[in-house]
């Protein structure tokens, strides 16, 4: 079975950090593009950071120079850094991994981040 979990989430106060998690079995890891989605309350879920399998990563303009991707093939497991939360970044953040050959698309059961005072 393919599986998604994501993990790291909580309450934050703005201007604190989060690392998310997600570890991925069941898929080719390696070689699939790897990202984070994130859905506030009454919004549509948006693309915040995507990872290829070389390494390249792309942001959000809301979250660039605050966020870092990673992935640790090894460990088959990609990685958020969330710097400088702000109240805007709260919000269930999805895991979500694409097999760039198959388009196979897989999604995480979602991880919910609140940033408050």
């Known amino acids: 079975q393919v599986q998604l979990v994501e993990s790291g989430g909580g309450l934050v106060q703005p201007g604190g950090s989060l690392r998310l998690s997600c570890a991925a079995s069941g898929i080719t890891f390696n070689i699939n593009t790897m990202a984070w989605y994130r859905q506030a309350p009454g919004k549509e879920r948006e693309l915040v950071t995507t990872i290829t399998s070389l390494g390249g990563t792309q942001y959000a303009d809301s979250v660039k120079g605050r966020f870092t991707i990673s992935r640790d093939n090894a460990r088959r497991t990609m990685y958020v850094q969330m710097n400088s939360l702000k109240p805007e970044d709260t919000g269930v953040y999805y895991c979500?991994?694409?097999?760039?050959?198959?388009?196979?698309?897989?999604w995480g059961q979602g991880t919910q981040v609140t940033v408050a005072s």
């Open positions: 979500n991994s694409r097999n760039i050959y198959n388009n196979m698309e897989y």
